[in-house]
């Protein structure tokens, strides 16, 4: 399998073949905006790194941290410096997780499990960290006869470790940790919570008795994107949700908390590339 060189390449792949990609990042590919994908992500931090804001949860980012990451979660890569940040992304089509898994082992469930005090983070100590790029040189390195189940091997015992981390980690009940302010954590609490209402920069700014730009500021510094586009991200995202359970597009509008169906369809179609109608019929198909 080839060592893809960028994140939006990886997806892109991931997406047309309907398995799952690989790519080994440097400083040089810009870090993406608030984003989602139809893909699950397994984020590697090599070098570590400032934080990541995982909807409305941020994290620090340290060497051997894997990041969990599901179709239906905004994220985005904040604070980073000038040094170099190397990573290694995988890029994961849901549906064949589920096809490798078997009726014992749901190798979808650290992607697909989001209970109370759920974690996106496992941070692994320096023999996981071993076995983790063991397993990805193998897929990386197979070449030649049978190069398809030498891949798909490596990559079913990488996610038997992830699995096995990730469920241990939950089993710990680790609270959440790295915090930029309890002001950003607040709004972004609100935020959440009110989603489906109509939110806005004036009305937040009210609410919080704060003043337009002295929040917009401390939003954008904690979390490297705007109070809007974080807002439309996550809206995007719930939208996602209520058609991949069979919700009509009309009741996925009405449920993500757009103004106006015109605000919906652009927002929706710009971020996931196609319109929420073709979305819906994809999801069931």
């Known amino acids: 399998m080839e060592e893809l060189s960028s994140c939006k390449t990886a997806i892109e792949h991931c997406l047309s073949t309907k398995a799952f990609a690989i790519a080994h990042l440097y400083k040089e590919e810009k870090a993406m905006d608030m984003h989602i994908h139809d893909c699950y992500e397994l984020y590697y931090s090599i070098s570590g790194g400032r934080q990541f804001l995982i909807d409305n949860r941020f994290y620090a980012i340290a060497p ?46 650290c ?4 209970a109370e005090g759920f974690q996106h983070k496992v941070s692994l100590d320096k023999s996981a960290q071993s076995r983790f790029l063991y397993y990805v040189s193998k897929m990386t390195s197979a070449r030649g006869y049978a190069h398809d189940i030498v891949e798909q091997a490596a990559f079913m015992e990488l996610m038997v470790l992830i699995n096995t981390l990730s469920n241990a980690n939950a089993a710990q009940a680790a ?10 954590e607040d709004i972004l ?5 009110n989603i489906a209402l109509g939110i806005t920069v004036e009305q937040l700014a009210a609410h919080f008795f704060l003043s337009e730009s002295y929040i917009c500021r401390i939003f954008k510094q904690a979390t490297g994107t705007t109070i809007n586009k974080y807002v439309t991200a996550r809206r ?50």
Not at 111 to 114: L, P, Y
Not at 175 to 183: G, T
């Open 64 to 109: 051997g941290d894997v990041f969990l990451i599901n179709q239906y979660e905004s994220h985005k890569l904040t604070q980073i410096d000038n040094h170099v940040h190397e990573r290694i992304v995988l890029s994961i089509h849901p549906d064949y997780v589920k096809q490798i898994s078997t009726p014992n082992t749901n190798l979808d469930y």
């Open 111 to 114: 992607f697909s499990n989001r």
């Open 175 to 184: 609270p959440a940790e790295y915090k930029y302010s309890h002001q950003v």
């Open 189 to 193: 609490a609100y935020i959440n919570q």
């Open 236 to 285: 995007i995202s719930i939208a996602k949700a209520h058609l991949n359970e069979g919700d009509s597009v009309g009741e996925a509008f009405e449920k993500s908390g757009f103004g106006d169906y015109s605000s919906f369809f652009k927002a929706f179609t710009k971020a996931v590339g196609v319109s929420p109608k073709k979305y819906a019929n994809l999801s069931v198909s």
